[in-house]
Structures are given as C-alpha cells and as structure tokens.
C-alpha cells in the first residue's frame, strides 16, 4: 500500500473545533452586483454605504445560496422574480457566485457556482469544487458538473490520482453538492453541504418578537425572531448558565431589567414576558419597547451555545439607543471567535468600535452598478486611526472619500483606487 492509499480515509490530526471560515467572495451578474469581490474576509465583516449601494444585496448571496441548499434552487430563483429580476441591468450571462473558505485542518476550497436560465427555469451550468493540496499542488477539482451531468472523486482527502465516478443528476436545477453531500463516501462535499444549509440570515423584527407561540423548547432563533420565548425556553431548561449570562449582558445596557420569563399559557402558547427590577410583577413582551426586545434577540443570537457557522445581521442600530452600539459590535467581535458575522450598517456609532480591515465600504458607480472597498487600503485612514480616530467620525467628516449619499450621489469624492467596477 502507498502514502496516498494510507492517506485516503485518515483525518489531520488536532482538527480545531470551529466552523469553516469564508475567506473570499465573487459575486457576478447578481442584481446590482454586476462583477464585485471581496478577499481576506475577517470573521467580522461589516458594509458600510449609501442606501441602495447593494449591501443587502450583498446580505442576500448568502440568503440565496442558504436558501438554494435549504429548499432548492428552483424556489429560491422563483422568489426572487427569476432572471429578470435577479440578472444584472444589461448584462448578458450565467449568476455566478464563488466562496473560498476554509475548514479547520484542510487547505483554502473554493466553490463556484454559476446559473442560467432556460424556458423560464434555473439551470446549474457550472458546479465545481476545487482545492490545491500541498503549497505547490495544482489546483484540483473534485466535484465537477454541468447541467445534472458530471463526476465526484470521493474520500476524505480527493486527490487528483483518485478515480473520477460519473453521477448524473436527476435534473438539471438540481445542486450537485446538495446532492452528493448527502452520503457518507463524499465527506468534504457533505461538510459543504452542511456548513451552507447552516448559515443563518436575520431579519429580526420586534414585532415578530412578541408573538405568543406554541410552547415547546427550540435551539435555534427564526429569521424573524417570532420563537423567541421558545428558546428562551430551551436556554432555560437545557443552558441555564448561559441565559443568565444574557440577563447579565442584556442588565447592562437596560439597567432596570430583572429577568425574562418564558410561561407556558392554559392554551398550551409560550408567554414572554419581562421583570423590571422595581416592580413586583412583569410586563409581557407585547408591551416591552422594541430597542429591549431586539437587544434580547441579538444577545439569544450572539450568545448561543452552539452558534451558527454564519451570522447576517441587517442594520443592528435599528430602535437602539447609540450609546449602546459600540458596546453591541464589541458583543458582534466575541462572537467572531465561534462564528462568522457579516453585518450592514448605516450607523457611526457602530462603526466607531470597529476595526478598518473589518468594514467595506460599496457605492454605485456611473453604470449603476456596485463597486467596494475594504475601508484598511483607502489612503490616509490608517494614520486617522493610528492618532486616536474613530471609524464613524470619520466618514461622518468625510476623510473616507466615498460612501457619502449627500456627496457625488455616494461615489467617491477623492480618488479612491481598486474599487471594482
């Protein structure tokens, strides 16, 4: 037997316990997301611009790709109005998305993703994944597909000495990877799978929060929060320890609250309700502010015990008090250390306790389409910040050149260089 056949079915050793990390990611033909990447993703990664630049275009890759793993791809090109709404104005070609990202243990993957369409219905025209093992491996892919037909090479570590299997797809708007990571002879193609139908995209409402729902514990918040009293509930029971340090946490940005109560109602319903400090009996959540209400699903979100691979927060400072959203980006960056954020923000406040290789400023150039930049590698900023600036002050003082809707409709007002077309 020879180094590789040994090698085939053995994992790397000392594997950290963290999630796939996202390194890299290109975007075209998405919307107003015509040809857009971004490299070196740190595990907070915040969008900063104007109102219409493509950040929640941006927010919505992900919820497209989670969504296309979760329910198909057939669904999640349906809701989005199909190519006509989801193609670029004038743009000709497939919706292309790439991801490198890493497992602990195992070299950079990337997956490239591109779709078309054909009489009105999704076609996968490209599906590949691709590694390069060794510092001076080629690049090689080991899930290769086009329109439901293609070939796998199975095993923990694919190599390209490994034999190629042919495995037609029964259609061709079926995911290859969400097809094939299913069973246990393709293990990196399944984790994958996994780290992708995972990844969770918030849209928290209040509104949502206050809802009364069936009781019974559940682990995970919904993309709207309207389950919060049932995992308040779960926590309760199965995490004690980590509710109260979320009492803690939520006590210090709203002095006055005691305490959350999740009671299970005569007609089987959970009831949230909250205890001020000073009174004897608690209000329900129906009757709570929206700012308290939110904070209490951010911090269930951030301090899960077993978090989501990936967060997507859209526009945390909605109904909190400035004040409070340094000190929630603070709770976003530990959060960081077990997951992976990506947060939109129109808010100086947040931006003012975070770091310039951690935000990416997008705006619209002259075609309408959107171009970025990471806020580090715009000139001057690193000195800003190295004599005591903060991030916030300086775009609202306009030192960051770019991002401002009352200047140059958003487009840069300094020259700013490398933001992609």
């Known amino acids: 037997m020879n180094h590789h056949e040994k090698d085939r079915g053995r994992k790397p050793v000392n594997k950290p316990a963290l999630p796939p990390r996202v390194e890299y990611l290109k975007v075209q033909n998405f919307r107003v997301l015509r040809d857009v990447e971004f490299n070196n993703l740190s595990p907070l990664t915040v969008l900063l611009g104007p109102n219409g630049s493509g950040k929640s275009t941006v927010f919505d890759v992900f919820a497209f790709l989670a969504e296309c793993f979760e329910m198909g791809l057939r669904r999640a090109w349906d809701k989005r109005g199909r190519a006509k709404e989801l193609r670029s104005r004038d743009a000709e070609g497939p919706i292309t998305l790439e991801i490198k990202y890493r497992e602990p243990g195992y070299p950079l993957i990337t997956y490239h993703l591109s779709v078309d369409e ?45 034999q190629r299997v042919d495995i037609p797809l029964k259609s061709a708007d079926l ?46 918040l919904s993309r709207t929060g309207d389950n919060l009293a049932n995992v308040i509930q779960y926590l309760s029971e199965q995490h004690p320890d980590r509710l109260e340090e979320i009492f803690e946490a939520l006590r210090r940005r709203v002095p006055r609250i005691e305490k959350v109560l999740s009671e299970t109602m005569p007609d089987g319903r959970l009831l949230l309700q909250i205890k ?5 009996h608690p209000v329900l959540a129906r009757f709570a502010s929206d700012g308290t209400l939110k904070m209490l699903a951010y911090l269930v979100l951030l301090y899960d015990p077993t978090p ?26 530990k959060a960081s250390e077990r997951t992976q954020l990506l947060v939109t923000t129109h808010s100086p406040f947040f931006l003012n306790a975070l770091r310039p290789e951690e935000v990416w400023v997008l705006w619209r150039d002259e075609q309408g389409y959107t171009r970025n930049k990471r806020v580090a590698d715009i000139e001057g900023v690193a000195d800003f910040v190295q004599h005591g600036a903060l991030l916030g002050h300086l775009w609202m003082e306009g030192y960051l050149g770019v991002g401002d809707p009352l200047v140059n409709e958003g487009m840069p007002s300094i020259p700013v260089q490398g933001g992609r077309p």
């Open 118 to 162: 054909k009489g009105g219905s999704p076609v996968v025209v490209e599906e590949w994944l691709q590694w390069r093992r060794g510092p001076r491996g080629k690049p090689f892919r080991f899930l290769d597909y086009r329109e439901g037909k293609g070939r796998a090479v199975s095993g923990e570590l694919p190599d390209e000495k490994d």
């Open 276 to 280: 001020d400090a000073p009174f004897s």
């Open 308 to 333: 989501p691979p990936f967060i997507g927060i859209e526009e945390p400072e909605n109904f909190l008090h400035p004040r409070l959203l340094p000190e929630l980006a603070e709770e976003c960056r």
């Open 175 to 220: 995911l290859a990877v969400n097809a094939l990571g299913q069973f246990e002879e393709h293990p990196r193609v399944a984790a994958l799978r996994d780290f992708i139908t995972g990844w969770y995209v918030s849209y928290l409402s209040a509104d949502s929060a206050r809802g009364q729902p069936e009781a019974g514990p559940q682990e995970r």
